[in-house]
């Protein structure tokens, strides 16, 4: 059923006739719209929920780095391990083909060192895990990681055991390091 409605509209005596309808006006029941206050809370989520994420990550970082570093360290452990062991195994007179065309290199100087035991060796290495500096020498200013050798005493005449231990960063002095990775090995001579 639809029922039309009239009025008359009178504006300093002229008058106009408007005719409306139901059919004209939309019922109140099918708008769909969000109120200001819906609105309101879903932005206040949204951004409590990016606060939280945006303060999670510092340490998000911070554990980045920290692991890049521990992986580092394994590497240089592992590269020493490495060239002990091949090290050990030359013919006596041949230098040790770690360094390769990469010059400055300590790495032959630990040939021969078998013998000075609870003596440590200090070699440095930069953010790369590339050695540099001397052996036993002052930090370099591109050295981030500190490896020193440590020879133990020998269980048999034929093996050799060597403690590893790297830190970071390199110039600390008597200080605490940040990160430490540490590895023993054992060498038949």
Request: with cysteine.
């Amino acid at each position: 059923m639809v029922t039309s409605l009239a009025m008359t509209i009178e504006i300093d005596g002229a008058s106009s006739t408007v005719t409306t309808s139901d059919t004209m006006k939309r019922p109140l029941l099918k708008t769909a719209a969000f109120s200001l206050v819906e609105v309101t809370l879903a932005l206040g989520v949204a951004a409590f929920c990016l606060v939280a994420v945006l303060g999670l990550l510092p340490t998000t970082l911070k554990t980045q780095q920290t692991s890049i570093q521990q992986t580092t360290a394994n590497q240089i452990v592992s590269t020493i391990f490495s060239d002990l062991r091949a090290d050990i195994r030359l013919p006596p007179g041949l230098d040790s083909k770690v360094c390769g065309d990469d010059p400055p290199c300590a790495w032959g100087d630990l040939h021969g060192h078998w013998h000075d035991v609870a003596t440590p060796f200090t070699l440095y290495f930069t953010n790369e895990g590339k050695q540099t500096g001397a052996l036993n020498g002052t930090p370099p200013a591109d050295a981030v990681f500190r490896a020193t050798i440590t020879y133990r005493f020998p269980p048999s005449e034929t093996t050799t055991m060597a403690d590893i231990r790297v830190t970071w960063p390199a110039q600390v002095g008597g200080g605490v390091p940040v990160g430490s990775v540490r590895g023993v090995i054992s060498v038949n001579r």
